[in-house]
């Protein structure tokens, strides 16, 4: 198609051309000009010659993501594919980049996202393709879009809309009329993709699909379990990049009921891991059961079994934190001898990072989600404002929310246990009544010390003055997880990651993470090469992932490309709008740096711009 689109452009333009001349010649006689003659004849002897090449990239710094040397040549592709590295001088093209200056990369692979339901009304999955991300792979955490029957449509919406904060407005934009099992959802998507995508089978949905209601109920019998095999045998076929589940105590839908996959016996998550291991190739998504509050002994006895059973690498998060949105901390010691016998046992695993730090708003008001965990800041959030300033000055009350924060719910069984914002982490982004020189770069511990309270008091306190218009920020970007995330990083079984594309956008957008990481860790603090720094970005994952022709630039592979600027690529502002199904809003990750983003040899992002072109494929494993 797109080479169709090329020859209908080249003879438009001759037309045009040739329009011109014709007008020249009957106005000045230029028919007769010897000089003119031997330029028809010259372009006409050019129009003969085949053009080689749809894309050139020319004149750039190629890092093609093994890890070896930058090179200054050119890239030509074609039919999507790399078809030769170096010096392409005077070779015709159809359509060329000029990329002098900058470099050019293999495109990014992002391991964890949520893109699966946006994808069926945003083919580009935003904004992660302007940071020059070409491959997505969604379905993580145990749910997915598919398979999902029609009656079951509701509950898989109900655990997207509390598991990951997606708007029930914007999911009734999913396509889902066009899909219910896992390989019509990916047909589905056939010719309508921006970027590459991947999508794990999510064993929530599986469940559901074999035991109805009683997936929320109960443990699987015997027979249920060899259903649900086949189910995964049969998404694997179709082409899913894995298996993924979930025993996570903060993953329940919008009723505050478990997910599914949180109901299911050790024996279940084992068959169906080792079910899409026989598939030979892919990845296994898992969130043990102390994910959300530090990893024990059991959870890596867990992890290392699945990999046994499965043949299959293993992802996880939060590896050596207090949570998966942690970053690795006094448990890093323990985690990496975790590593160590999983990988001396054949049954490796890996733990997905969190390279670029929170930065989210915090407000006394009904917007925030983020103290869910402590019960009762949440519920004083969701009170009328007269409510609330009388809660304040009740002594009772105050005294049970003063270290309420600190001592968040960790009890599964009580309700969720999603990590609350600490306050040595939370700092005053906007106060109509405390100056900015008082708490300008001071966290609220801080300010707290300052005025002889505790942090809970000084910020219900500074709350009630400012009559709940008080803007705090959670900000995650402190010296000590400076150095967390420095030191682990470069464990070779640490990925960098998570954008969590198409998920929490009402609080942040996490789809800069690889912006932030070529700037800062890789420009400011040097912690890698250049070309070390790309190879961890894209062929890393691809490798682990089964992606084996992406994540590198090799002739023969597909041409999925970045080109940006190494001195200028990262971070640029966020802004909140509305722009999803139904005009619900949401924070969009803006960059710097960038200049294109090429999916399968054809430009999807040129400076800042989407092109409108649809090149992107569903990948496999292989």
Partial sequence: MQRCKAQSARRANSVITNTARARASC????????????????????ERTPVEYDLIVRNGYVIDG????RRRVDVGVKDGRIARIGRLDGVPASEEIDAKGRVVAPGI????????????????????????????????????????RKADRQAI????????????VALSGVAWDNFETFAEFLGSLEGSLGVNFACYVGHSNVRRWVMGNAAIEREATAGEIEAMRAIVRQAMEAGAAGFSTSLSPTQADIHGRPVPSRFAAREEVLALAEEAGRHGAGSICFLPAGTSIGLKEDDYDYIIEIGRRSGLPVIIQGLGARSKIDVPGAGWEDAVRALDRAQAEGAPFYSLLIARPFDRAVAFDETNHHWQAVFSWHAMTRLPIDERRALLKNPRAREEMRFAVENQNRDPAKGTTIPAPQWDNVFVDDSPNLPVETHQGRS???????EGVAPGDHALDLALKDDFATKLRWRMDTSDWSEAVARSQTDPRILIGTSDGGAHLAKDD????????LGKWVRERQLWSLEEGVRQITQVPAALLGFHERGTLQVGKWA?????????????????VRDLPGGVGRYKAYGRGVHATIVNGVPIVLEGELTGRKPGLVVAPQ
């Avoid at 230029?30 to 003659?37: M, V, Y």
């Avoid at 609220?444 to 300052?450: D, F, K, P």
């Avoid at 600027?565 to 971070?571: E, L, N």
């Fill in 560 to 576: 999925d490309m970045m080109i940006f600027d190494p001195d200028q690529i990262g971070p640029v502002r966020k802004e909140f």
């Fill in 510 to 517: 996490q789809s800069d993470f690889s912006s932030y990481f």
């Fill in 66 to 69: 093994t890890g070896l040397a």
């Fill in 157 to 168: 919406q109900d655990i997207f809309a509390k598991v990951e904060d997606m708007d029930p």
């Fill in 109 to 148: 692979v992002d391991a964890h996202t949520h893109y699966d339901p946006q994808i069926t009304f945003d083919p580009y999955a935003t904004m992660s393709c302007f940071h020059g991300v070409t491959t997505v792979l969604a379905g993580n955490c145990g749910f997915s879009v598919a398979p999902t």
């Fill in 27 to 46: 106005c000045f006689g230029a028919a007769r000009d010897p000089i003119l003659r031997a330029d028809r004849r010259n372009r006409r002897r050019k």
């Fill in 444 to 450: 609220i511990a801080e300010l707290a010390v300052g």
